[in-house]
Every structure is written in C-alpha cells, then in structure tokens.
C-alpha cells in the first residue's frame, strides 16, 4: 500500500516562499508519476505541478509557471515543490500524489491513483 506524507505548508505573507515535501513509502517510488494538486474552497482540485519517473519532464499549471518549482529525489523517496513569490490565491489545501503510469502532459486528479492526506498553505497580502 502506497503511502504518500506531505509536510512543510504553513502561514505566509505574499511574496515569501514555502517548500513543501511529499514522503512515499510501499512501493517502487522512481516507477510513480508523481504530482501536486492544490483545492481552494469552494473550488475544484487542480493539478500545480507534475514530475516523470525520472525527474527529466515537468509541467505546471500556467499561473504557477516561474514561481513555482516541482522537483524529486527518489533516493530519499521524495518529492519537492518550491514556491516562491507567492500570492493570496495560491491559498488552497495542496495534496501529493502519485500516478502508476508514467504520463506524458498535465494530468487530472482522475489520472492519480494515490494520495497524501493534504497540507494547508495560507498566503496573506
């Protein structure tokens, strides 16, 4: 069973930069397409950022492109989002997930077939 930990979100102030981290463990982590997905509320889940097995491939969704950097180190087990120069809308619960396949474009929430449990990242003006 693929477990998926996120840590690092927290209270910011527009402008700041918070890394938050994902801990896999149960499965062959360098065989998942791992990604980050963010929900506001009131708002549907949508993907941040996605990473291929290797790390060599990444995409973003479009007003997180330049701030925002997706990153893994799958000897640590580990996945990475870099987020700088942050606003108020990028307040949402972001959750870690993996994918079995590898995938080739930005990915839905239906293509991830394991989650983390979420962490909230709050950005005030």
């Known amino acids: 069973q693929v477990q998926l930990v996120e840590s690092g979100g927290g209270l910011v102030q527009a402008g700041d930069s918070l890394r938050l981290s994902c801990l896999g463990s149960g499965g062959t982590f360098s065989r998942y397409t791992m990604a980050w997905f963010r929900q506001a509320a009131g708002k549907e889940r949508e993907i941040v950022a996605q990473?291929?097995?290797?790390?060599?491939?990444?995409y973003y969704l479009d007003s997180v492109k330049g701030r925002f950097t997706i990153s893994r180190a799958n000897a640590k087990n580990t996945v990475y989002l870099q987020m700088n120069s942050l606003k108020p809308e990028d307040t949402a619960v972001y959750y870690c997930?993996?994918?079995?396949?590898?995938?080739?474009?930005?990915?839905?929430?239906?293509?991830?077939?394991?989650w983390g449990q979420g962490i909230q990242v709050t950005v005030s003006l």
């Open positions: 997930a993996a994918s079995s396949t590898p995938r080739n474009s930005l990915s839905g929430p239906d293509d991830f077939d394991y």
């Open positions: 990473i291929s097995w290797g790390g060599g491939f990444t």
